[in-house]
């Protein structure tokens, strides 16, 4: 299963609160009413607590934006573009945006039966699930579909592969791995 994504073309959800938005890119399994892993994009756009997810792990990426204090029990931590950051999901956080809107790349598995990891990649990758983000330049599936700056795809149980094209380009590659 392959899954192929734009920023364009997804849906967005206002959060209740009226602090952000999130685009949904691709959950796991599809079409589930309770997903085992989710990638999403979040729009924060004012100071407030993060959803609680008991049972889930996160992994938070900023992408574009100022810096966001996150606060929490025994934590401080300071977001800063393109650092991923994990955590557990039923950790009360609180967020300070430093500035203005900030957007963020979100993965959350389901404790017990999937792990994450997230990093930047400029070179050939494969695996097989995960979810890649274009953040610069363009990447090649072995299909030879190209994938240009914000959009990406989601993948479980195919060996996939992407690699650049050109020596700007640039991907947040999410590697997802069953829990034996």
Same mark, same amino acid.
């Given at each position: 299963?392959?899954?192929? /994504?734009?920023?364009?073309?997804? *849906? ?10 999130? %685009?949904? #890119?691709?959950?796991? &399994?599809?079409?589930?009413?309770? /997903?085992?892993?989710? *990638?999403?994009?979040?729009?924060? *756009?004012? $100071?407030?607590?993060?959803?609680? /997810? &008991?049972?889930? $792990?996160?992994?938070? !990426? ?7 204090? #996150? !606060? ?21 956080? $609180? *967020? ?8 963020? /790349? ?16 400029? $070179?050939?990758?494969?695996?097989? +699930? ?16 190209? #994938?240009?700056?914000? +959009? ?10 992407? %690699? ?15 829990? &034996?």
């Amino acid at each position: 299963m392959i899954t192929r /994504f734009a920023y364009a073309d997804l *849906a967005v959800s206002r959060w209740r609160n009226g602090g952000g938005e999130t %685009r949904e #890119l691709i959950g796991y &399994p599809p079409g589930a009413a309770s /997903f085992e892993w989710r *990638a999403s994009i979040a729009t924060l *756009a004012q $100071d407030g607590p993060f959803s609680a /997810f &008991p049972g889930i $792990d996160r992994i938070i !990426t900023l992408l574009h934006g100022d810096a966001v204090i #996150l !606060t929490g029990p025994g934590v401080q931590h300071r977001l800063t573009p393109l650092q991923p950051w994990a955590f557990a999901g039923e950790l009360a956080l $609180d *967020a300070r945006l430093e500035g203005g809107n900030s957007e963020d /790349f979100n993965i959350m598995t389901r404790r017990g039966k999937w792990q994450a990891t997230v990093e930047v990649v400029t $070179d050939a990758v494969s695996s097989p +699930h995960g979810v890649a983000w274009v953040l610069a330049g363009q990447w090649q599936l072995a299909d030879g579909e190209r #994938l240009e700056v914000q +959009h990406g795809i989601g993948w479980a149980d195919q060996l996939t592969g992407l %690699r650049p094209i050109g020596a700007n380009a640039r991907l947040l590659l999410t590697r997802l791995s069953r829990v &034996p």
